[in-house]
């Protein structure tokens, strides 16, 4: 890990970034401060032509066990109203694909922070649960809106009643998480899921996260004109990858 005092420490590998929450002795609880850091890193990776995907994970035991109720009620000072879900909204809006790489906890403002990604790979050892309504608290960095999105509005609205705790299988079942990897080779996944993403077309990416974002939960008829008339076409490579699938052919 690179400075113990970097609250969100960016590792570049080979044409991707990993983003690592690094606060291990608070099991990553989310501060101002750690947000003020990713804010930072998303800033960054927006203009990087380098770098073709993030994954997003934390250090030590978990991903993070939400945001830090000691930070809460000291009455922490927040920029502005609205910034940390508007920093959430800029790191979905990313041009590039993001991983939510979840291995144990991630609770409440940490499956906020996950959902932003483009979806989630979990651990085996990874535990959900939204658990504003224990502490008479309500979501204001995303909860309400991107969880029924991902797991449907009944099972959103469960979830949130109830506050239950639950593993990497039944996230994977009602469709919060795309899979679940062995813990032993979570590591090694994330770095084959990665590799395998770059090695395709970053302006493909882009293109397809932006028809999806922006017709998401309209009416197909209209999605339809949209990609017809905004889809961007062809990427200035596209000749040079047809040219080299057809040379590996013969």
Request: proline share 4%; net charge negative.
């Amino acid at each position: 890990m690179a400075d113990e005092g970097t609250l969100v420490v960016r590792e570049d590998r080979d044409g991707w970034t990993m983003l690592t929450l690094n606060r291990p002795d608070k099991l990553n609880a989310l501060t101002v401060a750690m947000f003020a850091e990713l804010r930072a890193h998303i800033e960054d990776l927006r203009g990087d032509d380098s770098i073709g995907c993030v994954v997003l994970r934390g250090a030590g035991k978990c991903f993070s066990a939400g945001h830090d109720l000691d930070d809460i009620a000291a009455g922490e000072a927040v920029p502005s109203r609205g910034w940390h879900s508007e920093t959430l909204r800029m790191l979905e809006k990313l041009p590039k694909p993001v991983i939510a790489a979840v291995h144990g906890h991630c609770y409440t403002g940490a499956l906020e922070v996950a959902l932003a990604a483009d979806f989630i790979v979990a651990s085996e050892d990874a535990r959900f649960g939204d658990t504003h309504s224990k502490w008479a608290l309500t979501p204001v960095w995303g909860m309400s809106q991107r969880l029924p999105r991902r797991v449907g509005p009944a099972t959103a609205k469960r979830l949130m009643f109830t506050a239950d705790m639950f593993g990497a299988d039944e996230a994977v079942r009602i469709g919060l998480a795309e899979y679940a990897v062995p813990t032993a080779e979570f590591e090694q996944h994330l770095s084959e899921l990665a590799g395998r993403i770059v090695a395709n077309s970053v302006f493909s990416h882009a293109a397809n996260k932006q028809l999806i974002d922006v017709t998401d939960g309209g009416q197909l008829d209209a999605g339809l004109q949209y990609e017809i008339m905004e889809s961007p076409g062809r990427g200035p490579d596209y000749l040079e990858r047809i040219a080299a699938f057809s040379k590996g052919k013969k």
